[in-house]
């Protein structure tokens, strides 16, 4: 029986998924990441601890069931988009990753929207400075030396398909975040390109995410006990691959990935830019298919981060803060650890506790900042509104879609029923196989890209609907009380 691995280079881990013909998924592997971050702003990893966990999932994978990755016959990639790797000739990294979460260049994304106002559209989005393009001009500008070695420049799941195939290939969806595509032609800008001292020749041929971009190399087949003629597909970004792993590939279908990041994420039959609503609108990762997505640096990360900073397990934590639930918490929670991207653009930003108190508990803090997230999905769905695409429900996604009592929380601030999923965890991962299996069957992706089986509708409580409308309110105007004060040094 044919079996497809999907790889998924996320931020905090690489996940890897053995799929059979049926898409049952037979083995998995989940593999952590570390992440650097040397000043204020940055955020970077080393491209070898990606290809070092790649092989340690792989491992793990020969280990549980070496013959199902025996009867592997296409791998699908997927990844955190925007990274910047940076290869010299030899193809060897020249330094760490620059990240999707890295803002030391807001000053260059300014920049470059202050002087070629035209391109926001034809790219989908206004530069921001979690993109690719404006990290190379901040490169140039600070590291001169390093940029006048750079000879590629790849995104993070590329770099994985380099040591696989040695292939410097890239799909649409993920080339789409880097403010080099130009979306409507699915091809790259050469204005783009040259408003930030490249040409083509520095970037990866571009393919659509349901074809091939090479066979692996002898030694990987040796090494793990595969075939030699494995084929490694496109892939996609992780927002896209979330999609495909979703089945939201037609005109219309909607989803919430609530992962170490957020995102929310509506499939479009046509290119629809709305750079003015801070959308994202991106190519997908099937031919003739494109996305608006409202774009969020903190998600479920932000519950993690909190039981690291309370000693508590998530969730123990997350079980106790149900059951102590009455009401729209009290506290209010800014999440922007990590800075923000829609609706604000504003990599200075923080998180925030407001409203504490002599009689502030755990679960006081850990409801609040559940609530803080959904608060931030609700401006994600307001800005897709303003950008003509109204939402009426949603799938959801990623780690934080296992909880229950999150989902329900979203579904009330959102006011839309949420739909979870069997195996909706998997995300990414499992929609880089599916990509994996068009690449060597091609089949119809409507026929591969379904939606897997409900494990039910959550439905708004219509009471904490109206309860939470306010608390919305002052979830937005306490980000602008505070927004001087982010910017203070």
Not at 404 to 419: C, E, G, M, Y
Request: a negative charge; one cysteine or more.
């Amino acid at each position: 029986m044919p079996h497809y691995l999907g790889i998924d280079v996320g931020t905090s881990a690489v996940k890897a998924i053995l799929v059979d013909e049926r898409q049952t998924t037979i083995a998995e592997a989940d593999v952590s990441l570390p992440i650097s971050r040397p000043q204020d702003l940055w955020s970077e990893q080393d491209p070898e601890s990606w290809w070092q966990a790649v092989q340690t999932g792989l491992d793990h994978l020969d280990a549980k069931d070496a013959a199902a990755l025996a009867d592997v016959r296409a791998i699908g990639l997927s990844g955190q988009m925007h990274g910047a790797v940076l290869l010299d000739a030899a193809n060897r990294p020249l330094r760490p990753a620059i990240l999707w979460n890295d803002g030391r260049s807001y000053r260059e994304a300014q920049e470059l929207g202050t002087q070629h106002p035209a391109l926001a559209r034809a790219m989908g989005v206004i530069p921001m400075p979690g993109f690719t393009a404006p990290k190379l001009v901040w490169l140039a500008r600070h590291e001169p030396e390093t940029f006048r070695a750079v000879r590629k420049v790849l995104l993070p799941k590329d770099y994985i398909r380099l040591q696989l195939t040695g292939a410097i290939v890239t799909d649409m969806s993920d080339a789409a975040g880097t403010w080099w595509l130009d979306e409507a032609e699915r091809d790259w800008s050469d204005e783009a390109l040259a408003a930030t001292g490249l040409t083509r020749d520095h970037m990866a041929i571009l393919v659509e995410g349901s074809q091939a971009s090479g066979t692996v190399k002898p030694e990987i087949a040796r090494r793990w006990g595969i075939r030699s003629d494995v084929v490694v597909a496109g892939g996609a970004g992780d927002a896209a691959a979330g999609a495909v792993g979703m089945g939201a590939i037609r005109d219309g279908s909607a989803f919430i990935s609530l992962g170490t990041s957020g995102q929310l994420l509506v499939t479009t039959e046509n290119f629809s830019p709305a750079p003015e609503a801070l959308v994202h609108s991106f190519c997908h990762a099937v031919p003739g298919r494109w996305f608006q997505m409202a774009a969020m640096l903190n998600g479920a990360s932000c519950l993690a981060w909190a039981a690291n900073l309370l000693k508590r397990d998530i969730g123990e934590l997350l079980r106790e803060t149900e059951a102590a639930y009455r009401k729209p918490s009290d506290i209010l929670f800014l999440p922007y650890l990590a800075g923000e991207r829609t609706p604000h653009n504003d990599p200075h930003a923080r998180g925030v506790f407001f409203g504490l108190s002599p009689d502030t508990q755990q679960t006081d803090m850990a409801q609040s900042v559940l609530e803080g997230v959904a608060y931030s999905f609700a401006d994600a769905k307001r800005a897709l509104e303003q950008a003509g695409t109204p939402l009426t429900q949603a799938g959801i996604i990623g780690g934080g879609s296992k909880s229950q009592f999150w989902t329900k929380i979203f579904a009330s601030v959102l006011n839309i029923p949420i739909i979870r999923y069997q195996g909706s965890d998997k995300g990414p991962a499992f929609g880089a196989a599916r990509l994996a299996r068009l690449a060597v069957t091609g089949e119809a992706p409507e026929d591969v890209c379904i939606a897997p089986s409900v494990l039910e509708t959550v439905e708004p409580d219509p009471q904490l609907s109206e309860l939470y409308r306010p608390r919305i309110e002052s979830f937005r105007s306490l980000y602008r009380a505070l927004k001087p004060e982010f910017t203070r040094s």
